[in-house]
């Protein structure tokens, strides 16, 4: 679903650029509720899984692959604020570290990959566990949905966008078919990844998972025969043991992002992606531009006067692993640190009944 350059003309890539930043400064914002203490130092590290889950190329069709988006698993992690940040960080990394995704087309990616994903996703996600019973099992149920939509509602985008601003002349609804039928198809990719991942977070910090917060309900007490929420106690015996599960989990997610990147990556796909296919048989790839950072060191995720292809493959990974959890981590500490008082952290905390 990376957008090259030359697919969409100027004035449309620039509206969408300024559409994107005006996104991306309210999602700045709003992460400053989302973020606390515990969320703050999982962005960063979200935003490095889906880099390297993005590696990741998984057939699909004949001749055809797909690869996560992510917006749905970072806005279910973190938040729909915070997970338009993290897709914005990976993408970010990716189009000038590794010319994946053009340059000029940043703001269609961002709108498409990062804005589209997480608002559909996390919208469709709050209304199904709106009807479905307050568990666990339902959080992993309503994050494997709102992914499988989310996809196909991204080429759906794409596809309003091309049919705006494209510069070769192809029938829209030839476009529209392909790109929403093959997608489909990725989105039960993104689907499994994101469901498994949420649940296999949930599974050991549910309090670390910004959708699974504030199903269940607070411990109750009865007085002179009326029950009142029970107050917090003032230290809690378990915070120690919270804080190096925690870390745990951190140093856990970023071995797993740094053996997907730098080593089964080397076992993905080489097919082309769903956007690269449909582009080339319906010849909207005729007008693409050579990408502005094609001499980048790391440019089609190889490191540069490496010779062997796993070597290069995998340090290159790992470069953009690493790349992204500190440029990610940075900023969200930032934005954790600029919280002001009328921002106040999102304090609503979990029981075992989630």
Not at 238 to 267: N, Q
Request: charged share 15%; hydrophobic share 50%; with cysteine.
């Amino acid at each position: 679903m990376h957008v090259p350059d030359g697919f969409i003309n100027a004035p449309v890539s620039a509206a969408a650029g300024v559409v994107a930043a005006g996104a991306v400064a309210v999602s700045l914002r709003g992460a400053r509720r989302e973020l606390d203490e515990r969320t703050a130092p999982l962005a960063g590290l979200v935003a490095a899984f889906i880099f390297a889950v993005q590696m990741l190329n998984f057939p699909v069709a004949a001749g055809t692959s797909g690869h996560l988006l992510g917006g749905a698993l970072a806005a279910i992690l973190v938040g729909p604020y915070t997970g338009v940040l993290c897709v914005t960080v990976v993408l970010l990394m990716q189009g000038i570290l590794f010319a994946d995704g053009g340059l000029t087309a940043l703001g269609v990616n961002v709108l498409d990959m990062g804005i589209t994903t997480t608002v559909v996703a996390y919208a469709l996600f709050r209304g199904l566990l709106g009807v479905l019973p307050k568990t666990r099992r339902s959080v992993t149920a309503a994050s494997f949905v709102a992914a499988l939509v989310s996809v196909p509602a991204a080429a759906g985008v794409f596809t309003l966008i091309y049919w705006i601003g494209g510069t070769t002349d192809i029938p829209i609804g030839k476009v529209f078919t392909a790109m929403v039928g093959v997608h489909v198809l990725i989105g039960i990719g993104e689907a499994v990844i994101t469901a498994l991942t949420v649940g296999a977070v949930i599974a050991v910090r549910p309090d670390l998972v910004h959708g699974a917060r504030g199903l269940g309900s607070s411990l109750k007490l009865r007085i002179d025969g009326e029950l009142v929420d029970a107050p917090a106690p003032a230290t809690s015996p378990a915070a120690p043991v919270a804080a190096r599960s925690h870390r745990r989990i951190w140093a856990a997610g970023l071995v797993t992002a740094l053996v997907l990147a730098g080593f089964v990556s080397y076992y993905a796909s080489s097919n082309p992606d769903g956007l690269e296919k449909v582009a080339a048989d319906q010849g909207i790839d005729r007008k693409t531009e050579e990408h502005a950072a094609k001499d980048s060191p790391l440019a089609d995720y190889g490191v540069k006067d490496v010779s062997d292809a796993r070597i290069s493959g995998g340090l290159a990974g790992v470069i953009g692993v690493a790349a992204t959890v500190v440029v990610g981590s940075g900023v969200f500490y930032v934005v954790r640190r600029r919280r002001t008082p009328d921002a106040p952290a999102d304090t609503t905390h979990d029981t075992e009944s989630v």
